[in-house]
């Protein structure tokens, strides 16, 4: 496959990754799989085996687990040259527990050390287009100066920002979380988000109340599961039903979405192409118990 110019740059935790080799749940489970996994990592691979360049960044631990993340990452065909490895801090792990969500062991991990000072060191250069989600600014106070500081930069140099609300429960009070990831999507130039979270976040029922809230976001995708996807640009809605699919694990297929669409959008897609593209690519993931799709996935 060809190799596409400007790369996308894709920022925020990747951690290690533990799933049970078959689709047990975790305490009935016999043997287990070591894997890598993060929203905004899982995004640059897919985008990498979809043929564009990517560049993930963050901070790993300096530990056997940062080197596994790293490894799988490059075997994946992602650019991992600004990765800083942090001596003074853990890569973070979390457990799947096949069709009961995700277990998070992340706090003090090296990614929630990311700083506004990592943002400025970081070379925008010929950067196409910058992936960032929701859950970089909920690991600490500095992680969030960093996504600021990387917001400023990107816009002051004229690089396209896509931003995945991704809200995250645990990682912090619902009330915080509204008010960040509003602000952030009225940041950006391609929005992410699911219904269901939109609504938890800022009571908006449907996707016409998400688009009337962030009427000055150029593009906006609203996800809501099996239905479909919703984008508005301007004054243009256009919907397109999911794909039918039998569903072993639905983590990471908001990820494969999000690849799916930004792939088709680069190559200049109409509307209606890009958020088939982003439901094909989802469909693949729901297939799988992993973050990620073997290579005769390519669709």
Known sequence: ????????????????????????????????????????????????????????????????????????????????????FDPEAPTGVYFKDPGHGVLYYRRGSAASRLSAADADALDLGDIGLVHLSGITPALSTSAAAFIDQLVVRTAESGIPISFDVNYRSPLWPREDAAAALLRLSRQADVVFVGRDEAELLWGTITAEAVRDLLDDVPTLVIKDGDVGATEFTGEQRVFEPAIPTDVVEVVGAGDAFAAGYLAAMLDGEASAARLTAGHRRAALALQTTTDFLDEGASA
């Open 1 to 84: 496959m060809t190799i596409t110019p400007s790369p996308v740059l894709c920022v925020g935790e990747t951690m290690a990754l533990v799933t049970p080799s078959s689709t047990d749940r975790l305490r009935t489970a016999g043997a287990f799989a070591l894997d890598v996994g993060g929203a905004e990592s899982n995004v640059a691979a897919h985008l990498a085996q979809l043929g564009r360049r990517s560049i993930w960044f963050s901070r790993l631990g300096d530990d056997e687990l940062g080197r596994r993340v790293s490894d799988v990452l490059a075997a994946r065909g992602v650019d991992l040259a600004p990765v800083i």
